[in-house]
């Protein structure tokens, strides 16, 4: 038994060019695709492209039918000038024994900006937060944006004892 490959038609807004374009597109179909077919009809780079959809930035390496997009949905489409990234907020969750708490962050900080939060919000010095997200240990100068590639991820929070401290 053969699986059908939808097809459908999604339109893009481009609100800063106040034009709007309609693309056939298939559900299985990356998004890093669709922003391909935007540069050639806007002539912006795909790296400069932002596309949302309800409300949610979406990733290059999405598949079109995990995001919910449908026969006529619209993306809304806004561009990056600078050569620094977007600064999306965030809402993420630190988990610490049972305790769960929910921090705003951005995609371009670093581990180390993360645990500056943490401990304005717990008073943890940041030498004895241990963060772990996915069974990794992070390093203070790793980018939390490699990731955050789900909604509302959960970081684990341990700490470090004093008898840690001085070795």
């Not at 481009?14 to 034009?19: C, P």
């Not at 489409?77 to 630190?94: D, E, F, R, V």
């Not at 939390?144 to 590639?149: M, R, T, V, Y």
Request: hydrophobic share 35%.
């Amino acid at each position: 038994r053969k699986m059908r490959i939808h097809e459908f038609t999604i339109r893009v807004n481009a609100i800063e060019k106040r034009r709007e374009e309609t693309f056939q597109v298939f559900e299985f179909e990356e998004i890093q695709n669709v922003k391909m077919r935007i540069y050639q009809w806007l002539d912006i780079e795909p790296k400069r492209q932002i596309l949302e959809f309800s409300g949610r930035v979406l990733e290059n390496n999405q598949i079109i039918r995990d995001t919910n997009i449908g026969y006529g949905s619209c993306l809304i489409l806004l561009t990056n000038y600078s050569s620094q990234p977007i600064q999306y907020p965030l809402k993420i969750n630190i988990q610490r024994d049972f305790y769960i708490f929910e921090l705003t962050i951005y995609y371009s900080m670093t581990v180390l900006a993360l645990k500056d939060l943490i401990q304005q919000k717990l008073d943890i010095p940041n030498e004895n937060q241990v963060l772990c997200f996915c069974t990794c240990v992070l390093k203070n100068y790793d980018d939390l944006e490699k990731f955050l590639l789900v909604d509302h991820p959960t970081f684990h929070l341990g700490t470090l004892s004093s008898k840690f401290e001085s070795g």
